[in-house]
């Protein structure tokens, strides 16, 4: 697995695309995460640029107790949720996933108050990404 400052990567050569949307969906839910949006990056280039792009989704992750939380404690933190997980085919075989690092993310609001919710979002989605 590569850890960036705002995303958790997991590269995965032997599990197809479909596999690895199906699979971090499950994993989402076992977490306590719905996927409130899905944005089929492929489909959306085509149609709006007329580009050929490889299967690429955007699954917007909620977990509405950990949302209510941070929405109590910050009220405009809602331009950072959802948590974005996304899946893409890999140049040469496998699947990608990438989900972003709440802890990183929620640097940007200031607020001390926060840090204990972007953690624990973080370790959630930790296990998604490390059970794959």
Do not use: W
């Not at 893409?88 to 926060?114: C, K, Q």
Request: glycine share 8%.
């Amino acid at each position: 697995m590569t850890y960036t400052d705002y995303a958790l990567v997991r590269e995965l050569p032997d599990m197809d695309y479909e596999t690895a949307v199906a699979r971090v969906t499950e994993l989402l839910a076992g977490e306590g995460f719905g996927v409130l949006t899905e944005i089929d990056v492929k489909a959306t280039l085509k149609k709006k640029l007329d580009v050929d792009f490889k299967r690429y989704v955007i699954l917007g992750a909620c977990n509405p107790p950990m949302a209510h939380q941070a929405l109590s404690m910050e009220p405009d933190i809602g331009v950072l949720l959802p948590c974005n997980v996304c899946v893409s085919e890999s140049d040469g075989g496998g699947t990608r996933v990438a989900a972003m690092n709440p802890a990183a993310a929620f640097t940007l609001i200031g607020n001390p108050a926060i840090t204990g919710v972007a953690d624990e979002v973080r370790d959630r989605l930790q296990r998604v990404v490390d059970a794959l």
